[in-house]
T-cell receptor, first 112, second 114 residues
Framework: QQQVKQSPQSLIVQKGGISIINCAYENTAFDYFPWYQQFPGKGPALLIAIRPDVSEKKEGRFTISFNKSAKQFSLHIMDSQPGDSATYFCAASIWRNTPLVFGKGTRLSVIA | GAVVSQHPSWVICKSGTSVKIECRSLDFQATTMFWYRQFPKQSLMLMATSNEGSKATYEQGVEKDKFLINHASLTLSTLTVTSAHPEDSSFYIC??????????FGSGTRLTVV
């Protein structure tokens, strides 16, 4: 049973556009929702994370929107750049010392 | 920020031999370490959770006798792939819970068994 569902599987965005990736979760005990960026051959790197007590968090060009009642959260990348081309994973966990559960990933390509 | 150093970054071994992967937390104490496996173009799949000083907890379907995990100190966890076979070729990644900093990941190890 997949606990975190991520869409779309792949995404092509024009340079300067907005990239939007969505995730839905099932386990209401989850209380930590991070997004990771991964380049080929590298480990995942934390982009931004949110706890369920807020509905939105912004860091630079990256914004997480969180809807607790719908059990959904999304990543918005503003002013997308070719350097943002990577695979993005959403994840969820019960905070601290429990493993992250990952979505299946979204391959983002930003074209000039 | 919290850093986990993972070595080696890549390794090629012959079928039937064993390979050890190390993960060290450089500037914090990692009470819990998680080990993931990632096949090409797929997501990270949790293999096991290890707590310092105790036996690792393996996910269903992961052979504990094949993937030996040792977490003998708060700064070092190792994964040994025993009697490796080509189907064990994958990208192995460790992760540690770093308190308020969330989770930090190693850079991964690309294992190729020939």
């Amino acid at each position: 049973q997949q606990q975190v569902k991520q869409s779309p599987q792949s995404l092509i965005v024009q340079k300067g556009g907005i990239s939007i990736i969505n995730c839905a979760y099932e386990n209401t005990a989850f209380d930590y929702f991070p997004w990771y960026q991964q380049f080929p051959g590298k480990g995942p790197a934390l982009l931004i994370a949110i706890r369920p007590d807020v509905s939105e968090k912004k860091e630079g060009r990256f914004t997480i929107s969180f809807n607790k009642s719908a059990k959904q959260f999304s990543l918005h990348i503003m002013d997308s750049q070719p350097g943002d081309s990577a695979t993005y994973f959403c994840a969820a966990s019960i905070w601290r010392n429990t493993p992250l559960v990952f979505g299946k990933g979204t391959r983002l390509s930003v074209i000039a | 920020g919290a850093v986990v150093s993972q070595h080696p970054s890549w390794v090629i071994c012959k079928s039937g031999t064993s390979v050890k992967i190390e993960c060290r937390s450089l500037d914090f104490q990692a009470t819990t370490m998680f080990w993931y496996r990632q096949f090409p173009k797929q997501s990270l799949m949790l293999m096991a959770t290890s707590n310092e000083g105790s036996k690792a907890t393996y996910e269903q379907g992961v052979e504990k006798d094949k993937f030996l995990i040792n977490h003998a100190s708060l700064t070092l966890s190792t994964l040994t792939v025993t009697s490796a076979h080509p189907e064990d070729s994958s990208f192995y990644i460790c992760s540690a819970s770093a308190g308020e900093g969330g989770y930090t990941f190693g850079s991964g190890t690309r294992l190729t068994v020939v």
